[in-house]
């Protein structure tokens, strides 16, 4: 993610995901924050990796009165982002702060080279510095929406574990997210992606968002989140 001539495929997919899903990434945010915000908000350096347009940064900023810079390729994205007063970075190269916490929200899967990224993150971390990185889970769910909105490669816990040891992060926590988006993902994975209609589309996403992923966080809570999930999160810092 350090060539400015990228684009991301996905735009129209990325905002129709994000009209209406409050319970979903609300809950990212959560998961994001927890357990890696240790200093005073007021002075924590946070970096939104492929920040897109912004909602998740927004979402945490309201929340939990935190500061965050954004770092997006894609030129339209980023113009959007400036419009809404978010301090930019269109390349790795451009960082000159070292972040107590970066993140990225399904982004990783959108890049080739994957480890490089990661090495490259490590590098704009401070010390004792948190990456936390969201992910699609289990290579059996790709379907024709991963490909409709540019993934690589959807990630087990050893792969992406395997990726994080090898940039050089301990982990600190990793585990599935979204129990019951797992079987929703494979009836999309089984008859098709349609992204205006009834599977996969803004319709489907909403009705999942209000009444079937608050009882996938419950499921999540209640343990299911070691063993299945449509997502996977990853908490890791530099080694010691």
Do not use: W
Not at 6 to 15: K, M, N, Q, R
Not at 18 to 23: A, F, T
Not at 34 to 53: H, P, Q, V, Y
Not at 177 to 194: E, M, N, Q, T, W
Request: proline share 2%; aromatic share 10%; charged share 25%.
């Amino acid at each position: 993610m350090t060539n400015e001539k990228e684009t991301y495929s996905g735009i129209a997919e990325l905002a129709d995901a994000e009209q209406g899903l409050l319970n979903y990434y609300s809950n990212i945010v959560n998961l994001i924050v927890k357990g890696s915000l240790r200093k005073n908000a007021n002075d924590i350096r946070i970096l939104e990796f492929g920040a897109g347009t912004g909602f998740l940064s927004e979402l945490m900023q309201q929340e939990f009165g935190v500061k965050i810079d954004c770092l997006e390729i894609d030129l339209t994205l980023l113009n959007i982002l400036n419009r809404k007063g978010f301090k930019t970075f269109s390349d790795l190269s451009m960082l000159q702060d070292k972040y107590d916490l970066i993140f990225s929200s399904n982004v990783l899967e959108h890049i080739e080279n994957d480890s490089e990224v990661l090495l490259n993150l490590k590098s704009h971390l401070a010390p004792n510095g948190v990456l936390v990185t969201y992910v699609p889970a289990f290579p059996i769910l790709f379907s024709d929406h991963d490909r409709a909105v540019g993934h690589f490669r959807r990630y087990t816990k050893k792969s992406l574990m395997l990726k994080l040891l090898h940039a050089g992060f301990e982990i600190d926590r990793l585990r599935y997210v979204d129990s019951i988006g797992f079987p929703a993902s494979l009836l999309v994975r089984i008859f098709g992606y349609k992204s205006r209609g009834n599977i996969g589309g803004l319709a489907s996403f909403r009705i999942y968002d209000k009444y079937f992923f608050p009882v996938s966080r419950a499921l999540d809570e209640l343990g299911f989140k070691k063993i299945v999930g449509k997502n996977l999160i990853a908490h890791a810092s530099q080694r010691k």
